[in-house]
C-alpha cells in the first residue's frame, strides 16, 4: 500500500515488514575492507523498481554511518533522511511523487568489521606466529544490514554485481566467479560476475589468507575447499562429500547445481555451525575440516552431515526461497531430511537413518512443552527470527517430512519435490505452495493432513489397547508436564503385528478409532505366548505411543527375543522415558524395560539407552539421594559388557560404528563414575601428555580420558587440571581444543568450576565455544554456575549481545535445577534482565526446572523403587 501525501516517515516504524511500493532489482556494490583498523567503506548503486505512487524509499541499515550528501535517486537527493534505530530501517523522503519503472538509488557508507560474528566482521587467525585478521560475512537471518543498505527481507531477491578493494596478497572470494581484477601496489580490484537472482541473506564475502583443494562435479562446476594455510589436507574428506552431494542432489530434484562454482570455506570464529550462502558457504573449521590421524568417527560424520545440508540448499533455500521467515523451517526441516538422505546413499554403513532418531527425540523433548512453538510461527520483527533457529524448524521439521515420505512413498514424493523446485526457481514460496504440487502429484490430502503437524505446536500420544480382535486407538495432546492440551492430528498410524512385514496403515482423523482384524497368523502366535503389536513402525510418525498393560507386556518379551527393528527398539524406550518423565508411568516400569536391553551391542540405541540412563542417574540425585549411587550401578552393570568387549583400542577390522559406540560407552561409564574406567583413562592419560603421538590414545577415546581426569580435580590437586590447560594451549587441532574445554568445568569443586567458567572471557576462548565450557557443567557444580552466571550477566550480555550464545548460558544452566523454589528465584533475577533474543530459550528452561521437580514429587511417591533397583542390580 502506498503511503498517502501528507504521510510522515514515522508511520514505517514497527512494522513486522518493509512496504511493497518500491523492490530492488540488481545491487552494484563496492566494498573495501582495511583488516588492520577493521573498519569498511562501500558504495551502492540499486536498480529499484517503483511500482505505485509514493515519496519514500524505505530500506534496511544497521550499524553503518550513511553519508547523506551521497544519497541520490535517479539524481534527486532526499529532503528528508531518517534512521530508525530500533527498526533498523532507512526512510528516504523526496519532495515529490517518484517516477514509476526502474530508478537508480546510489549512496555511500562506512562501518566496522565487529567482534559479533555478524554482518561484515572479523575472525581472528595465526599466520607464521603471527595473529591476523580476516574479513567475514555472516548475514542470515538480518544482518546484509550491517554491510550494506538493502531490502533485507527474503523476497525482495535481486541480482548482485560485487568489487572488492582488498590488500594484493590475500584470497578473496564472494558467491560467483572471478571476472577480472586488476592489481594496483598494495591493492587488488576483484569484479566479480553478476549472481543470479537471490536473497540479500545469501551473499558472501570471506577475504584472507587460505590454502585450498579441488574438485569437480559429473556437469563440470568447480568445487574448492579453502582451509588455514597448510591444512588443505584437511579438507579433503569435505570436498569428496561436497562433490557427490552436488551430483546426487542435481539428480534427486531433477535440476542442475545453478552457479559455475561452489566454495566452502573454513571460519575461525563463527556463530552457527555452518552457512548455505550461494556459491560460497562458510563454515566452524569443526564443522568442515577432517584429518585422519587426529579426527575421531564422530567428527567424520558430523563434517558430512554439514556438508550435505549446507548444499541441500543451494536448491532448497537458495534457489527456492521460503517468502518470509515464518516459514524457515522450509529451509531447514528439508535440508535437514535430506542431509540424511544424501549421506545415507554415501556411507550406507553409517545407518544414518537410524541415527536420524536422535534428531527426532531432541524435537519430541522440545516440543512436550507448553512453552515450544508451531514448526510455522509468526514472526512480527526481525528481532524475533534468531529464536526459532531451534530444535523445531530443523528437527522436527525434518521428523514430518519423514513422516510425509514415507505416507506417500519415496517414488511420488521424490518427483514431486523435483516439480516443486521447477516451478518456483529463483523465486520465493510459503509451505502451503509446497504442500499444493505435493497434493497434485500423489492425490493424497496433503495440505489438511500436514497443516495440523506445521500450524499447531506439540503432537499426540497415542494410546492403544487390545479388544478381542480390534486395537482401539485414542490420541491426547502429549504435554511433558503431565497436562493434557487441546491439539488434534491427522495422524498416519503403522502398526507391525508379530512382524514387520505386515503391516497396517491408517490415517486417525478424530479422537479415537478402531483397528480392525488381527490376521489369522497373529491369532496362532496369541495363543503360543509369542503375540507382539507395535504401532509408528520404524518410528516413522511423529507421536508418541502409550500400550495398555498387556500390550506392553507382549511388547517387552518381543524386544527380549530381538522381534523388533532397531528403530523400533529406540521408539520404545525412549517413549516409556518421557511417560516416566510426565508421571504417566513408573520410574520402576521405566527400569525393567531398560533391563530388557542388557544384550544391546547397536550404537545408536545404546546411544539412546544411554541418554536416558543418564536422565534417571541425574534426577535420582535429588530425587532419591539414598539409592542415586545403587541407580548409577545398575546402569554402570548395564553399559560395562558392550563397552569391555570394545576395550580402549581400536582394531583394525572395527567400522565406524563400533569407533562411535566405544566413545559414546567409555564417556558414559566415566560420568556415572565406574572407576575402573576412571582409572584406565588417567593412566591413558599421563602417557599421552608425555607423549601426544602414543596410539593408546587416539582421539575418538580421548574426551572420556580427559573426564577421568576431572574427575579426581580439586583446587588442592589441580595438576590434572593445568596439563589439560597446557594440552588446550598447545593443540593447533579445533577437534582436539573443543574435546579439553568440554570437560574443564566437569568439576565438583567449586573454585575449579569458576577458573573454567571465567576462561570464556578471556582471549584463549574464541565466543562460539562458550557453550562447550557450559555444557560441561555438571549438577555438582550448578550452585556455583547460578552464582557466576548471576555475577556476571552484565559482562555476559555486552559480550555475547549480538547473538543467539548467549541463549547457551541459559540452556546449560538453569534447566540443571529442580525445585520450585529455584524457578522463582531464577524467575526473579531474569524478571528485568529478558531481551526477545533469549526469552524463548529461558522460558523452555524454566518449564524444565518445573518438569523435574513434578518428576522428583511422582518418583518419591512410588512404592518399591529401591526394591525394584536392587532387584535388578542382582539380575545383571
Same mark, same amino acid.
Request: aromatic letters at 10%.
Given at each position: 500500500?502506498a503511503?498517502?501525501?501528507?504521510?510522515? *516517515?514515522?508511520? =514505517?516504524? /514497527?512494522? #513486522?515488514r518493509l512496504?511493497?511500493?518500491?523492490a530492488?532489482r540488481?545491487?552494484? +556494490?563496492? $566494498?573495501?575492507?582495511?583488516l588492520v *583498523?577493521c573498519? =569498511?567503506? /562501500?558504495a #551502492?548503486?540499486v536498480?529499484?523498481?517503483?511500482?505505485?505512487?509514493?515519496?519514500? +524509499?524505505? $530500506?534496511n541499515?544497521?550499524?553503518l *554511518?550513511?553519508?547523506?550528501?551521497?544519497i541520490?535517486?535517479?539524481?534527486l537527493?532526499?529532503?528528508?533522511v531518517?534512521?530508525?534505530d530500533?527498526d533498523e530501517i532507512l526512510?528516504?523522503?523526496?519532495d515529490?511523487?517518484?517516477?514509476h519503472g526502474?530508478?537508480?538509488?546510489?549512496?555511500n557508507?562506512n562501518?566496522?568489521?565487529n567482534?559479533q560474528?555478524r554482518?561484515?566482521?572479523?575472525s581472528?587467525?595465526?599466520?607464521?606466529?603471527e595473529?591476523?585478521n580476516?574479513?567475514?560475512?555472516?548475514?542470515?537471518?538480518?544482518?546484509?544490514?550491517?554491510?550494506f543498505?538493502?531490502?533485507?527481507?527474503?523476497?525482495f531477491?535481486?541480482?548482485f554485481?560485487?568489487t572488492?578493494?582488498?590488500p594484493?596478497e590475500l584470497?578473496?572470494?564472494?558467491n560467483?566467479?572471478?571476472?577480472?581484477?586488476?592489481i594496483?601496489?598494495?591493492?587488488?580490484?576483484?569484479?566479480?560476475?553478476?549472481?543470479?537472482?537471490?536473497?540479500?541473506y545469501?551473499?558472501?564475502i570471506?577475504?584472507?589468507l587460505?590454502?585450498?583443494?579441488e574438485?569437480?562435479t559429473s556437469?563440470g562446476?568447480?568445487v574448492?575447499?579453502y582451509?588455514?594455510?597448510?591444512?588443505?589436507?584437511?579438507?579433503?574428506?569435505?570436498?569428496d562429500?561436497g562433490?557427490k552431494?552436488l551430483?546426487?542432489y542435481?539428480?534427486?530434484?531433477?535440476t542442475p547445481?545453478p552457479l559455475?562454482?561452489l566454495d566452502m570455506?573454513a571460519?575461525?570464529?563463527f556463530?552457527?555451525?555452518?552457512?548455505?550462502n550461494?556459491?560460497?558457504v562458510?563454515?566452524?573449521?569443526?564443522?568442515?575440516?577432517f584429518?585422519?590421524?587426529?579426527?575421531?568417527?564422530?567428527?567424520?560424520?558430523?563434517?558430512?552431515?554439514?556438508v550435505?545440508?549446507e548444499?541441500?540448499?543451494?536448491?532448497?533455500g537458495?534457489l527456492?526461497?521460503?517468502?518470509?521467515?515464518t516459514h524457515?523451517?522450509?529451509?531447514?526441516?528439508?535440508?535437514?531430511?535430506?542431509?540424511h538422505?544424501?549421506v545415507?546413499s554415501f556411507f550406507?554403513q553409517?545407518n544414518i537413518?537410524?541415527?536420524f532418531?536422535?534428531?527426532t527425540t531432541?524435537?519430541?523433548?522440545?516440543?512436550s512443552?507448553?512453552?515450544s512453538?508451531?514448526?510455522?510461527?509468526?514472526?512480527?520483527h526481525?528481532?524475533?527470527?534468531?529464536a526459532?533457529?531451534?530444535?523445531?524448524s530443523?528437527?522436527k521439521?525434518?521428523?514430518?517430512?519423514?513422516?510425509?515420505?514415507?505416507y506417500?512413498?519415496?517414488?511420488r514424493?521424490?518427483?514431486a519435490?523435483?516439480s516443486?523446485i521447477k516451478?518456483y526457481?529463483?523465486?520465493?514460496?510459503?509451505?502451503?505452495d509446497?504442500w499444493?504440487?505435493l497434493?497434485?502429484?500423489?492425490g493424497e490430502?496433503v495440505?489438511?493432513?500436514m497443516?495440523?503437524?506445521?500450524?499447531?505446536q506439540?503432537?499426540?500420544?497415542?494410546?492403544?489397547?487390545l479388544k478381542?480382535?480390534?486395537?482401539?486407538?485414542?490420541?491426547?495432546?502429549?504435554?511433558l508436564?503431565g497436562?493434557?492440551?487441546?491439539g488434534?492430528w491427522?495422524?498416519p498410524?503403522?502398526?507391525g503385528?508379530?512382524?514387520?512385514?505386515?503391516?497396517?496403515?491408517?490415517l486417525l482423523?478424530?479422537?479415537n478409532d478402531?483397528?480392525k482384524g488381527?490376521?489369522?497368523?497373529c491369532d496362532d502366535?496369541?495363543?503360543d505366548?509369542?503375540?507382539?503389536?507395535?504401532l509408528?513402525?520404524?518410528?516413522?510418525g511423529?507421536?508418541?505411543?502409550r500400550y495398555d498393560d498387556?500390550l506392553?507386556?507382549?511388547l517387552?518379551n518381543a524386544l527380549?527375543?530381538?522381534?523388533?527393528?532397531l528403530?523400533?527398539e529406540?521408539?520404545v524406550?525412549?517413549?516409556?522415558h518421557?511417560?516416566?518423565?510426565?508421571?504417566?508411568?513408573t520410574?520402576?516400569s521405566?527400569?525393567?524395560?531398560l533391563y530388557?536391553?542388557?544384550e544391546?551391542?547397536?550404537y545408536?540405541?545404546?546411544?539412546?539407552?544411554?541418554?536416558?540412563?543418564?536422565?534417571v542417574?541425574e534426577?535420582?540425585?535429588d530425587?532419591?539421594p539414598?539409592?542415586?549411587?545403587d541407580i548409577?550401578?545398575?546402569?554402570?552393570?548395564?553399559?560395562?559388557p558392550p563397552?569391555e568387549k570394545?576395550?580402549?583400542?581400536?582394531?583394525?577390522?572395527?567400522s565406524h560404528?563400533d569407533?562411535m559406540?566405544?566413545?559414546?560407552?567409555l564417556i558414559a561409564?566415566?560420568k556415572?563414575g565406574h572407576?575402573?574406567?576412571?582409572?584406565?583413562?588417567?593412566r591413558r592419560?599421563?602417557?599421552?601428555?608425555?607423549?601426544?603421538?602414543?596410539?593408546?590414545?587416539?582421539?575418538?577415546?580421548?574426551k572420556?580420558a580427559?573426564?577421568?581426569v576431572?574427575?579426581n580435580?580439586?583446587i588442592?590437586?589441580?595438576?590434572?587440571?593445568?596439563?589439560?590447560?597446557?594440552?588446550y594451549?598447545?593443540?593447533a587441532?579445533?577437534?582436539?581444543k573443543?574435546h579439553?574445554?568440554?570437560t574443564?568445568?566437569s568439576?565438583?569443586?567449586r573454585d575449579i568450576?569458576l577458573?573454567?567458567?571465567?576462561?570464556?572471557?578471556?582471549d584463549?576462548?574464541?565466543n562460539q565455544d562458550?557453550?562447550r565450557v557450559?555444557r560441561g557443567?555438571?549438577?555438582?557444580?550448578?550452585e556455583?554456575a547460578w552464582s557466576?552466571?548471576?555475577e556476571?550477566?552484565d559482562?555476559?550480555?555486552e559480550?555475547f549481545?549480538?547473538?543467539?550464545?548467549?541463549?547457551?548460558?541459559v540452556k546449560s544452566?538453569?534447566p540443571?535445577?529442580?525445585?520450585?523454589?529455584?524457578?522463582?528465584?531464577?524467575?526473579?533475577?531474569f524478571?528485568t534482565?529478558?531481551?526477545?533474543?533469549?526469552e524463548?530459550?529461558?522460558?523452555?528452561?524454566?518449564?524444565?526446572?518445573?518438569?523435574?521437580?513434578r518428576?522428583?514429587?511422582?518418583?518419591?511417591g512410588?512404592?518399591?523403587?529401591?526394591?525394584t533397583v536392587?532387584?535388578l542390580i542382582?539380575?545383571?
Open positions: 500500500m503511503p498517502s501525501p501528507a504521510a510522515t *516517515a514515522d508511520q =514505517f516504524r /514497527g512494522q #513486522a512496504p511493497q511500493f518500491a530492488p540488481r545491487y552494484e +556494490l563496492r $566494498l573495501r575492507p582495511d *583498523a573498519t =569498511f567503506s /562501500g #551502492a548503486s536498480r529499484v523498481d517503483v511500482s505505485a505512487p509514493t515519496r519514500f +524509499l524505505v $530500506l541499515a544497521a550499524d *554511518a550513511v553519508d547523506r550528501a551521497s541520490r535517486f535517479q539524481g537527493a532526499p529532503t528528508e531518517t534512521l530508525f530500533e526512510v528516504l523522503e523526496f515529490g511523487e517518484l517516477p526502474e530508478g537508480v538509488l546510489t549512496m557508507f562501518g566496522t568489521l567482534d560474528m554482518g561484515f566482521y572479523r581472528k587467525y595465526e599466520y607464521k606466529g595473529t591476523k580476516m574479513a567475514v560475512t555472516q548475514f542470515e537471518a538480518v544482518d546484509a544490514r550491517r554491510c543498505p538493502c531490502w533485507d527481507e527474503p523476497a531477491k535481486a541480482k554485481k560485487l572488492l578493494e582488498v594484493s584470497v578473496a572470494l564472494s560467483m566467479p572471478v571476472a577480472n581484477e586488476t594496483a601496489g598494495p591493492i587488488k580490484t576483484i569484479h566479480y560476475e553478476e549472481s543470479p537472482l537471490m536473497s540479500t545469501l551473499v558472501a570471506v577475504v584472507g587460505f590454502d585450498y583443494v574438485g569437480v556437469e562446476n568447480k574448492r575447499v582451509t588455514q594455510v597448510g591444512k588443505s589436507n584437511q579438507g579433503k574428506f569435505a570436498l562429500v562433490v552431494s551430483n546426487f542435481k539428480e534427486y530434484f531433477d547445481y559455475p562454482k570455506v571460519i575461525p570464529d556463530a552457527a555451525g555452518a552457512m548455505e550461494y556459491g560460497l562458510t563454515y566452524r573449521e569443526v564443522s568442515l575440516l584429518d585422519e590421524k587426529s579426527s575421531s568417527a564422530s567428527t567424520k560424520q558430523n563434517v558430512a552431515i554439514t550435505a545440508h548444499l541441500a540448499h543451494q536448491w532448497f537458495n527456492v526461497t521460503m517468502e518470509w521467515w524457515l523451517w522450509l529451509n531447514e526441516g528439508f535440508a535437514t531430511w535430506m542431509s538422505l544424501a545415507d550406507p553409517w537413518w537410524t541415527q532418531l536422535e534428531d531432541s524435537a519430541l523433548k522440545l516440543d512443552l507448553s512453552e512453538h508451531p514448526i510455522e510461527v509468526e514472526i512480527h526481525a528481532n524475533e527470527v534468531d526459532i533457529f531451534d530444535a523445531i530443523y528437527d521439521g525434518a521428523s514430518v517430512i519423514r513422516m510425509l515420505q514415507s506417500l512413498g519415496a517414488e514424493f521424490q518427483k519435490l523435483a516443486y516451478k526457481a529463483y523465486s520465493n514460496a510459503k509451505t502451503e509446497l499444493a504440487v497434493e497434485e502429484e500423489s490430502p495440505k489438511d493432513l497443516t495440523t503437524w506445521t500450524k499447531q506439540g503432537y499426540p500420544v497415542i494410546s492403544a489397547k478381542g480382535h480390534d486395537v482401539e486407538v485414542e490420541q491426547d495432546q502429549f504435554l508436564d497436562s493434557t492440551g487441546s488434534m491427522i495422524v498410524i503403522t502398526l503385528c508379530c512382524s514387520h512385514d505386515t503391516q497396517k496403515r491408517f482423523k478424530h479422537k478402531k483397528i488381527i490376521d489369522s497368523q502366535q496369541q495363543k505366548g509369542n503375540f507382539w503389536i507395535k509408528n513402525i520404524d518410528e516413522t511423529f507421536y508418541r505411543v498387556e506392553t507386556a507382549a517387552q527380549q527375543a530381538k522381534k523388533l527393528s528403530m523400533d529406540i521408539g524406550v525412549e517413549d516409556a518421557a511417560l516416566s518423565i510426565s508421571c504417566k508411568q520410574l520402576s521405566l527400569l525393567h524395560l530388557a536391553y542388557r544391546e551391542s547397536d545408536s540405541v545404546l546411544s539412546h539407552i544411554n541418554y536416558v540412563s543418564s536422565s542417574a534426577i535420582s540425585v530425587a532419591t539414598d539409592i542415586a549411587a548409577k550401578q545398575l546402569f554402570i552393570k548395564l553399559l560395562l563397552s570394545l576395550g580402549w583400542d581400536p582394531k583394525d577390522s572395527e560404528l569407533a559406540l566405544r566413545q559414546l560407552l561409564l566415566v556415572l572407576d575402573k574406567t576412571i582409572n584406565e583413562g588417567v592419560f599421563l602417557i599421552f601428555f608425555d607423549d601426544r603421538s602414543t596410539s593408546l590414545l587416539p582421539p575418538d577415546t580421548r572420556a580427559y573426564l577421568s576431572m574427575h580435580v580439586s588442592t590437586n589441580k595438576s590434572g587440571y593445568d596439563a589439560l590447560l597446557q594440552i594451549r598447545e593443540s587441532e579445533v577437534e582436539e573443543l579439553v574445554l568440554g574443564l568445568s568439576c565438583q569443586d568450576v577458573e573454567s567458567l571465567n576462561l570464556i572471557f578471556t584463549e576462548v574464541r562458550a557453550s557450559l557443567i555438571i549438577i555438582e557444580g550448578r556455583t557466576w552466571l548471576k556476571n550477566w559482562r555476559i550480555s559480550t549481545s549480538a547473538s543467539s550464545l548467549i541463549s547457551d548460558f544452566i538453569v540443571l535445577f529442580t525445585s520450585k523454589e529455584k524457578e522463582a528465584e531464577i524467575s526473579q533475577f524478571a534482565r529478558t531481551k526477545p533474543g533469549f524463548r530459550a529461558l522460558k523452555q528452561s524454566l518449564e524444565n526446572v518445573r518438569i523435574s521437580a518428576w522428583i514429587e511422582g518418583i518419591r512410588e512404592p518399591g523403587l529401591a526394591q536392587h532387584e542382582n539380575k545383571l
